[in-house]
């Protein structure tokens, strides 16, 4: 195609029916962009694969942080701006309807609720992951709350006993059993699989309540 002409079109007959005079076409040929625009073309780009990379979970303030993280000193509202223009928001919903569990044993006590202190006390506990699409994840984790440590941890489609029990297990193969292992009254965590592990590694077992449905 010609310089001189547009989709089939000369640009000074394109130029006459816009009304537009010749000389502020060529100006905008010539035209260079500011170092706002330049700033703002990087942040967009930047901010744009961040969205992309977190599977369009994050919105506009988890994008200025990782931003901030990069080393690009950036105002939040100038992200939410340059963001909305792309639409790269959040598709993260905040409220939905988790999964229900059955209790399987009756409640037990908590044995740990008045300790002060907590050496020989882990902790273990299930997260609820909301995904993209309607999908979801189970992260389980095991904890020592003395240390402040995360001892295992693992991710799952399945919340069950054996879920829990792996990663419980794995725990042990780093560290000594603890005296208590405090746990909700999820059905995982009062499934007889994960029951034997305690019981082979003469653990106690304490509880909170009940988790409530949502």
């Known amino acids: 195609m010609q310089a001189n002409l547009a989709v089939g079109h000369r640009i000074t007959t394109i130029l006459k029916v816009l009304q537009i005079p010749r000389s502020t076409y060529y100006q905008w040929l010539s035209r260079q962009p500011s170092q ?19 599977n369009k979970v994050y919105g506009y303030k988890r994008i200025h942080v990782a931003l901030k993280r990069q080393g690009l000193t950036v105002g ?9 223009a792309i639409q790269a928001q959040s598709i993260m919903r905040r409220r939905f309807r ?3 569990t059955q209790v399987l044993y009756a409640q037990r006590p908590n044995l740990v609720k008045h300790f002060d ?9 299930v997260t609820y992951i909301q995904m ?21 941890h ?4 399945v919340r069950d006993g054996q879920f829990v029990a792996d990663i419980l297990t794995d725990a042990l193969k780093h ?7 405090h746990t909700d009254m999820g059905s995982e965590y009062t499934s007889s699989t ?13 509880y909170s309540k009940k988790r409530a449905s949502v």
């Open 117 to 125: 202190d907590m050496s020989g006390i882990w902790v273990a506990d």
């Open 36 to 54: 706002r625009e330049l700033e703002n073309q990087r942040i967009t780009d930047l901010g744009y694969d961040i969205w992309l990379s977190s």
């Open 132 to 152: 993209p699409g309607g999908s979801h994840l189970y992260l389980g984790m095991v904890f020592d709350p003395e240390a402040r440590k995360v001892l295992s």
């Open 194 to 206: 994960f029951d034997e592990v305690m019981q082979k590694h003469q653990i106690r077992h304490s």
């Open 98 to 100: 988790k999964p229900v």
């Open 175 to 181: 560290h000594d059993a603890p005296r208590y292992l």
């Open 154 to 157: 693992k991710v799952s489609t």
């Open 76 to 84: 939040v509202k100038r992200v939410w701006r340059l963001m909305k």
